[in-house]
């Protein structure tokens, strides 16, 4: 019998197609054995492209193959109830981001998966990103001294999303703060702790029904000042993390090689190479190694309910201060 951990996935669109690609890069330890989407043309061309059988029901796939473990690569709006399949079969669960639409939701994501005891890791990946990875370790080794600073940016021209569910505030909940600002609100975590504050302020440009560009103002509980800044509309786009210490400077930009830089008091920028597998590949590797040996992940479903609750005070920030209802959707 093959030891490897079954894998199936549901939602076969393209961040569908970045989780079989991450599961097939790991084939020493997880094979892919199954997908299905309501779109029998996008589960038809997961089975040619990986071998793995094709379904247009989630619930029939799960009866049938009875996978180890799942990935969640739908819209936010079935988030809860795929979950809520896999709960009822024992299924382990790694669900894309955001975790749910909204804050009630994401405190019954939270009871589902507590009651029902399943391992479930939502899909933060910037947190298995490598370069990220070695910013953590010299920010914990204090090289930068007192963290002051945090800055980041995820930009760029998202064509054609006004016809993609993107928009559609009953599927995704809302637009750009849970499309992009939930990975930004987990990195600032990640690297720097817990959030105490948080305001925004939200624009759109775009003839859409949700947000499109955002600015966030946080505060940790240690008294770093975060910034983050995220937009569907501004090209050519770009993809930062800055952080400033007392005693020196760190950056990240996924645009350059090697991604991380640093520079403490007096020195020069100092390049930090990266030789890894991406941040899916390592993100789905250690998923899979948490299955196969009992493992709390290192993203949790606390963690992506926390990013949530962060949103939910972003929004309601931004309807204080301008009184725009952009974030009615979302909460």
């Not at 393209?14 to 997880?30: E, K, M, P």
């Not at 690569?73 to 382990?92: D, F, K, N, V, Y």
């Not at 029902?116 to 890791?121: E, P, T």
């Amino acid at each position: 019998m093959d030891p490897r951990t079954r894998i199936a996935i549901i939602g076969c669109g393209g961040i569908g197609h970045t989780h079989a690609r991450a599961y097939a890069a790991n084939s020493d330890v997880c094979q892919l054995v199954a997908c299905a989407d309501v779109a029998p043309q996008a589960a038809d061309s997961m089975e040619r492209e990986f071998g793995c059988a094709a379904y247009q029901d989630a619930a029939a796939m799960l009866d049938d193959v009875r996978p180890d473990a799942i990935s969640i690569c739908t819209p936010p709006s079935s988030h809860l109830p795929m979950t809520q399949l896999a709960a009822e079969r024992g299924i382990a669960v790694l669900c894309e981001k955001p975790l749910t639409r909204n804050l009630p939701e994401a405190q019954q994501m939270v009871e589902l998966v507590q009651s029902s005891d399943i391992l479930f890791m939502n899909g933060l990946c910037h947190r298995f990103h490598g370069p990220v990875q070695q910013a953590r370790q010299i920010i914990q080794e204090g090289r930068l001294g007192r963290v002051i600073q945090f800055q980041n940016r995820f930009a760029f021209r998202f064509q054609g999303v006004e016809q993609r569910w993107f928009t559609d505030p009953e599927i995704a909940g809302g637009g750009i703060l849970l499309d992009t600002a939930v990975h930004s609100l987990d990195l600032f975590r990640f690297l720097v702790g817990e959030v105490a504050t948080v305001c925004a302020q939200i624009s759109t440009t775009l003839p859409i029904q949700v947000e499109d560009s955002a600015t966030l103002l946080l505060r940790s509980v240690d008294n770093v000042i975060g910034e983050i800044s995220c937009s569907w509309v501004t090209p050519p786009g770009e993809a930062i993390v800055r952080i400033y210490g007392t005693d020196g400077t760190l950056g990240i930009d996924y645009s350059r090689e090697p991604n991380l830089r640093y520079c403490l008091a007096g020195g020069d920028w100092v390049p930090v190479p990266f030789e890894g597998p991406d941040r899916f590949a390592a993100e789905t590797r250690h998923f899979v190694e948490c299955v196969r040996d009992g493992r709390q992940p290192q993203v949790t479903v606390q963690d992506g309910a926390r990013a949530i609750a962060l949103i939910d005070q972003a929004y309601a920030s931004a309807t204080r201060e301008s009184g725009n209802q952009f974030s009615e959707a979302a909460r």
